[in-house]
């Protein structure tokens, strides 16, 4: 049975790294991993502040302060921790939608 182009065959008994493979293949864009939490953290704060910068420039606004940039990577950390700490609710979406095997089949 191919599922998300890894062959489920060759991981019958497979250990948990396995199973986070095959995961992270079905879904490579969602924070499955501490790292990825992190880097998309890191990211989403660097693009609201960007995006404030921009606004402030164009718009003649005001500055950015040490707060707003304090304030911005404080969301984005909150954001990936929801994102990473709620990724059982996301394998169970891609279980149900059978873009990855389920647990027990394995």
Known sequence: MMVTGIDTKSVNGADEKSRNAIIQ???PYFPHSPWRA?????????IMLGFATA???VFDVGTVSLLHVVWFFVQGAVVAS?????RGVRIRNLETQ?????E???
């Not at 992190?38 to 660097?46: D, K, R």
């Not at 929801?82 to 709620?86: A, E, H, R, S, T």
């Not at 059978?98 to 389920?102: A, Q, V």
């Open 25 to 27: 293949a079905a879904d």
């Open 38 to 46: 992190v880097l998309s953290a890191v990211t989403l704060a660097l």
């Open 55 to 57: 606004v402030s420039v």
């Open 82 to 86: 929801v994102g990473y700490f709620g």
């Open 98 to 102: 059978g873009r990855i095997p389920k």
């Open 104 to 106: 027990e089949n394995l």
